[in-house]
């Protein structure tokens, strides 16, 4: 048997006894040995579930983020198909906090299990959480959905880093009309695709829907034009710098849409109240967050460098995104404003060795094994069975169309002398930022189950697309230049 061969039978036959594993923590007693042993077997697995998803996806020469969601949906509906109870309980989400807060105000269970399930689910989820298991698979999916909202808080720390204040000051004015049109667009287009196809819904459901659209995920552009040596061409500038304002105006937006749903109605003084905190959260973060920072190096400079960039870090992205909330905006907000504050430079007086270490390089072990969780746990969330029904089909295509349309034309706001189906499909990818969008208005109970699946289907087409198209417009380009240079003057 040839080498290679032995390899990927040998990784199949791995990937199913892990599998295996991780799925019998399921059914696991947890009467004996350390209580906390299923948690470690069922979060472990998970991660490893999400490895293999990465493993797929880079083989196929796709984003790691669809391999590890595309993971994430096959464990969710195969462990249901097979009646696994911690996948059961996992693909409910945070509903089940919602359900143990609610008992905890007094109402009674099963009462609170319909609320938080729905009737057809309510039954078979209580009958698992009642059960003798019901403590511990309550613990993996409390221990899994802590470490995936972890995983966003670094994620959103991670791409501010990437960019800074001084870059977003700098950034050319196509670059903010394709990102106001590159968010607004897509936001007018999919409120009236929700109203449209789905008019029983709430304003507030609409609302957020559209907001979820106007999303970009920067990392996977910007991943595509390194690949084509293109990050440098004019369209790369103006991609990256779109991606960059549209990240601001997306959270902002979320801001405030989240901001309505939680007073419950679209009123002027609020919004002005969200965008005013909004505001001063960001100025006040950016002008006072580099004290802060001076004062904490200050303090912690003592230490070892790496100690003290990693303390620091820490501190300073889980202060702002506490900061954040307490202001009634999203945690990764202030996570974002984290990263686009900060930089290696605030360390730079400290005496370091000679391979010094980065911010960047202590943060990401830590985001590569939290966000896979993540996406994964994302993934489980998704329920195949709801598109069974034709309006939930039909509004999963409306919405991938508003979302197509509405980026790709927001090329053309670049104005002349600039490809528009270059910069339109760099800014299309919805990738990780709109599942954190839809995984946020799920916590917050205005995205349902059917309307969370046609989302992330829309993520999933748009992020799947979007790579080979910009691979292909940006060769188009060089060929129509080549042509250019090639005729006789």
Do not use: C
């Amino acid at each position: 048997m040839r080498p290679e061969r032995r390899y990927r039978i040998g990784l199949l036959l791995t990937a199913l006894v892990v599998s295996g594993a991780v799925l019998a923590a399921g059914t696991m007693n947890s009467d004996h040995g350390d209580p906390i042993a299923p948690v470690i077997l069922g979060v472990t697995g998970i991660l490893f579930v999400a490895i293999l998803g990465r493993f797929a996806a880079r083989k196929f020469g796709q984003p790691s983020v669809l391999g590890e969601l595309m993971m994430g949906v096959l464990l969710g509906n195969v462990g249901y198909f097979f009646g696994l109870d911690l996948i059961i309980v996992l693909r409910e989400g945070s509903a089940v906090f919602d359900m143990l807060s609610l008992v905890l105000q007094g109402e009674p269970m099963d009462a609170a299990a319909e609320t938080a399930f729905g009737k057809a689910e309510a039954g078979r989820v209580l009958e698992i959480l009642q059960g003798p298991e019901g403590g511990m698979l309550l613990q993996v999916a409390h221990t899994v959905d802590v470490f995936s909202r972890y995983g966003v808080i670094f994620l959103l720390f991670l791409v501010g880093l990437e960019s800074s204040v001084e870059e977003m000051r700098t950034v050319g004015p196509e670059s903010l009309r394709v990102a106001i049109a590159g968010v607004l667009l897509p936001l007018l287009l999919g409120f009236a695709a929700t109203r449209f196809l789905m008019p029983e819904l709430s304003v507030n459901t609409d609302l957020f829907v559209a907001a979820t659209l106007g999303a970009t995920s920067v990392g996977i552009s910007a991943r595509v034009l390194m690949d084509m040596r293109a990050q440098h061409s004019r369209e790369g500038h103006i991609i990256l710098g779109a991606a960059v304002i549209d990240d601001i105006l997306g959270l902002l937006m979320l801001a405030v849409v989240s901001g309505i749903i939680v007073s419950g109605g679209v009123e002027v003084t609020n919004i002005l109240v969200i965008v005013a905190l909004a505001i001063i959260f960001l100025g006040g973060a950016i002008y006072l967050g580099p004290f802060i920072l001076r004062f904490a190096i200050r303090v912690l400079g003592r230490l070892d460098i790496v100690e003290a960039k990693m303390f620091t870090s820490f501190l300073f992205v889980m202060v702002l995104a506490w900061l954040a909330n307490l202001v009634g905006l999203a945690t990764i907000v202030g996570a974002f404003t984290a990263g686009l504050i900060l930089h290696d430079g605030y360390f730079k007086h400290l005496p370091r060795p000679e391979n010094h270490l980065t911010i960047k390089d202590l943060i990401t072990p830590l985001e590569v094994i939290l966000v896979p969780i993540f996406f994964v746990f994302m993934g489980i969330q998704v329920k195949l069975e709801t598109f069974l029904d034709w309006q939930v089909a039909v509004l999963a295509a409306g919405l991938l169309l508003a979302a197509v349309i509405g980026k790709v034309a927001s090329g053309w706001a670049a104005g002349r002398g600039n490809a528009p189906w270059v910069i339109g499909f760099g800014m299309m990818p919805r990738g990780e930022v709109g599942l954190i969008f839809a995984s946020i208005g799920k916590s917050l109970g205005v995205i349902g189950d059917e309307l969370f699946s046609a989302v992330v289907l829309m993520v999933i087409v748009t992020t799947l697309a979007a790579p080979p198209l910009l691979k292909f417009s940006i060769q188009r380009r060089g060929e129509r230049e080549s042509e250019v240079r090639s005729e006789p003057s």
